[in-house]
């Protein structure tokens, strides 16, 4: 059975360029979440998707979006990029809707903002 | 506002003994906690969960306790192995959504 698929694994970009990065989910698993890791702030939660609406959404700004399709693949963008938005990027995906569900992450995107 | 604390950074075992991390969180709403291993630049591996109606968990050599009263979970591997050096996270998680909220994390060395 696949896991959560991440791409790009890596990825540079310059300050005030936009990125999408997509997710993958395991087959069968209808939530995506998406988390940011950097040295400073540890992991934390962007948002969550569940057939195609965004149930959660964490304390980033604007700039920080996401979608969901038909097919429980995900995507989130971040646009006008600045230099703190360097972060492993995580993509988590669960089979239900409620919190007792265990979350399998993606091996994440490494996006280096120069 | 940290709602989930992992106080202690890093913690070195003997092969063979008993590793035991430590969490503490502060949101009564709080009512699913997972335990997830890392290896850097990697994504977090899922180890074990315990829902808020238990108090314990066991799933080979990971055990999770939880004190609701106290607020704190604690994982349990013993033996522990040489693989299972890595940071190990906590997460927590409220009744609606998939929205984990984690811990810093505990970097654990594993010596032979």
């Known amino acids: 059975k696949a896991g959560v698929t991440q791409t790009p694994r890596y990825l540079i970009k310059t300050r005030g360029q936009q990125v999408t990065l997509s997710c993958s989910p395991i087959?069968?698993?209808?939530?995506v979440s998406w988390y940011q890791q950097t040295p400073g702030q540890g992991l934390q939660f962007l948002f969550e998707y569940f057939s195609e609406t965004q149930r959660n959404k964490g304390n980033f700004p604007g700039r920080f979006s996401g979608r969901q399709f038909s097919n429980s693949r995900s995507e989130m963008n971040v646009s006008t990029l600045e230099l703190g938005d360097s972060a492993l990027y995580l993509c988590a995906s669960s089979k239900a809707a409620r919190a007792n569900t265990e979350a399998f992450f993606g091996q994440g995107t490494r996006l280096t903002v120069v | 506002d940290q709602q989930v604390k992992q106080n202690s950074p890093s913690l070195s075992v003997q092969e063979g003994r008993i590793s035991i991390l430590n969490c503490d969180y502060t949101?009564?709403?709080?009512?699913?906690f997972l335990w997830y291993k890392k290896y850097p630049a990697e994504g977090p591996t899922f180890l074990i969960s315990?829902?808020?109606?238990?108090d314990k968990n066991e799933d080979g050599r990971f055990t999770v306790f939880l004190n609701k009263s106290a607020k704190h979970l604690s994982l349990h591997i013993v033996p522990s192995q040489p693989g299972d050096s890595a940071v190990y996270f906590c997460a927590a998680n409220k009744a609606a959504g998939n929205k984990l909220t984690f811990g810093g994390g505990t970097r654990v060395l594993v010596k032979p």
């Open positions: 087959s069968g698993h209808r939530s």
């Open positions: 949101n009564s709403m709080f009512d699913y």
């Open positions: 315990i829902s808020s109606i238990k």
